[in-house]
């Protein structure tokens, strides 16, 4: 009994320890490309009570940032949404020219989701502990603790931390309900399925983990074809209880919702995404139910992006509208830090191995979905969409640990060093990149550096890192700055020159560029219809390889060259 009082409270240090890792970069980060949009979506639904903006994305993880934004004194939401250009400009100014700073609205905003991420790190601990005992559990929470792509996404506002920890709080609970069926353990699973569902479009695949697992539990049983029978009924009670639950958020955030504007969302969502009468059926539920029209809403969103493609994706140089299938296999092989690759191999290595059945169906099963499904995505823009797996396989590390350490002095010794090597090495590498967490590559891509050759987007460069060009700037006495930034900040707000996209010319002889352009930038806002910037950002990438003088780099997403003025030509 002490031992294991001994590790909770370890585990509870590695949740602050996460948690003030992720304080300590998020206080200097600038807003990721995503935030805004996800911070003005949280503000909409506490104070307007609606949901109509970020569709795309369920509400329950931005409700969260909503509240934590109502402890500061901010005006309240407008009674109508503005729309388009609208929204634009109410959105810059809410963040920008408000009573209350944009930095101090990103971190009340901000401030949930790295308690999300503890969370997670003491469900990982809770859900080994019971079956593989102190040691495997807190070696697992560590791997989670200290991995550098939960560090990094847990000081941003955003749905992947929080769906991590519900597809894990969804199959700890269905196991539990397996394991030993009651009202009350349904009721919990069905209560974590609807959060999960309620915060990412991406939970519907606890749907078949779910199910897979409900048939292979009865496999083992002595009547596997009736125990089958039951498994499924009490997953369709669940999966009821979870539309309830579904249904609850987004009632509570749909009450002051304009039918008009519901509807010209979902058109634009789904109708001039290639799906007129799939949009007009959804419409057609709306008008009966608001709340499950925008959850239907957004789902085919989701859908239909991944059927026709979301932007300009990015693999080892080559570029694709309709994504890759190894996408997010790469991502993973090069975002992981090398303890949690080993930590991976072990899992699957010694799942067949030692023949765990019960335990790859647990923690495996769930993981191996999640990567098949990634296969068929067409917008790769992170590793972040992955998160949901990690915890998976650190809990299959567990499972293969506590089997070494039973299996004899000589494997139990190799336990030993595993649990206190791994931890330590995850905990060694996200420390080595500290406050870049975000753009981390392990060794094995060449790190940071060698790693945006590999991918872009939020693997490597979201934002984050204007405030800090601010400072470098201001430090090197740069005076008219040339700036091609990609993130959800303001750059005329932070370094007093208009950002490239605005103005797209060269100002000076210095030139800083986030690694986004550098790999894509032209394609991107091609894509966007901004051809104009597209040929002039082509041009400066030109100029800069022709005759631009490296002057170093901010973090690892902002790159600084020196552009001396042409000679004229001589006479």
């Known amino acids: 009994m002490r031992r294991r009082a001994l590790a909770a409270t370890g585990a509870a240090v590695l ?12 206080r200097f980060d600038a807003l990721s490309a995503d935030e ?11 104070s307007g009570r609606t949901a109509i903006v970020n569709i795309e994305h369920p509400p329950l993880a931005k409700i969260l940032a909503g509240l934590s934004l109502a402890t500061l004194d901010l005006p309240p939401a407008p009674a109508k949404v503005p729309l388009g250009n609208a929204f634009t400009d109410f959105g810059h100014a809410f963040l920008f020219e408000n009573r209350v700073s944009p930095d101090a609205i990103a971190a009340a905003a901000r401030r949930p989701f790295r308690w999300l991420l503890a969370a997670l790190v003491v469900l990982v601990f809770a859900a080994a502990c019971g079956r593989y005992g102190p040691g495997p559990a807190l070696g697992a929470a560590a791997l989670v603790a200290f991995d550098p792509n939960f560090v990094a996404h847990a000081g941003v506002v955003h749905t992947d931390v929080a769906a991590s920890l519900g597809f894990l709080a969804t199959v700890v609970a269905w196991n539990r309900a397996q394991e030993k069926p009651s009202a009350v353990r349904l009721t919990l699973a069905a209560l974590a399925l609807g959060a999960t569902l309620a915060t990412k479009f991406s939970g519907v695949y606890l749907l078949p983990i779910l199910a897979l697992q409900a048939l292979l539990a009865a496999r083992r049983s002595e009547r596997p074809g009736r125990d089958a029978l039951r498994n499924l009924g009490r997953l369709a009670i669940v999966a009821a209880g979870a539309l309830l639950v579904v249904f609850t958020v987004y009632a509570a955030v749909t009450t002051r919702m304009n039918a008009a504007d519901q509807r010209q969302i979902i058109w634009e969502s789904v109708g001039e995404r290639g799906a007129p009468a799939l949009a ?23 859908a239909r992006q991944n059927a026709v493609g979301g932007g300009i994706n990015f ?33 699957v290595g010694g799942a067949a191995a030692f023949r765990l059945g019960r335990d790859a169906a647990l923690w495996l099963l769930p993981a191996a979905v999640l990567f098949i ?23 299959g590390a567990a499972a293969v640990l506590a089997r070494l350490a039973a299996a004899g002095r000589r494997r139990a010794a190799v336990a030993v060093v595993l649990l206190s090597a791994l931890p330590l090495s ?3 590498e996200t420390l080595r990149i500290h406050p870049y967490e975000l753009s981390y590559f392990n060794p094995l891509a060449g790190g940071p550096e ?19 060009l601010a400072v470098e700037l201001r430090r090197r006495g ?5 700036v091609v930034y990609f993130g959800g900040d303001d750059v005329p707000y932070r370094v007093g020159v208009p950002d490239f996209s605005a103005d797209p010319r060269v100002r000076g002889t210095f030139v800083a560029v986030s690694a986004f352009h550098l790999a894509v930038g032209p394609l991107y806002y091609a894509y966007h219809g901004a051809t104009g910037v597209a040929a002039s950002l082509e041009n400066l990438l030109r100029e800069i390889a022709a005759r631009g003088r490296p002057a170093g780099r901010v973090g690892y997403s902002m790159y600084l060259f020196e552009l001396p003025p042409r000679k004229p030509p001589t006479k």
């Open 315 to 347: 693999l080892a140089g080559k570029t694709s509208i309709t994504g890759f299938p190894g996408y997010f296999l790469v991502a993973f092989l090069v975002k992981s830090s090398l303890a949690f690759l080993a930590a991976t191999a072990l899992a």
């Open 450 to 468: 060698g790693g945006r050759k590999i991918l872009t987007d939020s693997n490597v460069d979201w934002g984050l890192d204007l405030r800090r």
């Open 373 to 395: 499904a990634s296969a068929g995505s067409s917008y790769n823009i992170g590793v972040r969409h992955l998160l949901p797996a990690y915890p998976f396989l650190a809990l």
């Open 36 to 46: 805004p949009v996800h911070i003005l979506s949280g503000y909409f639904e506490v």
């Open 426 to 428: 995850a905990a060694g």
């Open 478 to 482: 740069v005076k008219d700055p040339t």
């Open 15 to 26: 949740a602050l320890a996460a948690i003030g890792l992720v304080w300590d970069h998020a």
């Open 280 to 302: 007009r059926a959804i419409q057609r539920v709306a008008e009966i139910s608001p709340p499950l029209g925008h959850y239907l809403g957004g789902l085919a969103y989701v």
